[in-house]
Nanobody, 119 residues
């Protein structure tokens, strides 16, 4: 199973970006999917997650600005990021709990996509 993120880039403060993360491989189903981020010199931190039933969770610093969603037909999770701030600058990584066709449950990470918020 592979997770591949896309959609990162350079954006001015106040701008928006939409990240995507597509899962591929021997997938039976996907449970929780989420986004984490890691800024230079800092530890990885949780950003948002979405359960298979649609329940969402956000870290306080992004509530009201970021929206996580998923398309199970495409095995894809999205992160719509609005009103971006310089402190949102980080590598954003996708995470998913995947039930493989073998019925084993494993946790996977993508390699990340860089988001830079700067004027």
């Amino acid at each position: 199973v592979q997770l591949v993120e896309s959609g990162g880039g350079l954006v001015q403060p106040g701008g928006s970006l939409r990240l995507s993360c597509a899962a591929s491989g021997s997938i039976f189903s996907i449970n929780d999917m989420g986004w984490y981020r890691q800024a230079p010199g800092q530890e990885r931190e949780f950003v948002a997650s979405i359960a298979s039933g649609g329940r969402t969770t956000y870290t306080d610093s992004v509530k009201g600005r970021f929206t996580i969603s998923r398309d199970d037909a495409k095995n894809t999770v999205y992160l719509q990021m609005n009103t971006l701030k310089p402190e949102d600058t980080a590598v954003y990584l996708c995470n998913a709990f995947v039930i493989a066709t073998s019925r084993s449950l494993m946790n996977y990470w993508g390699k990340g996509t860089l988001v830079t918020v700067s004027s």
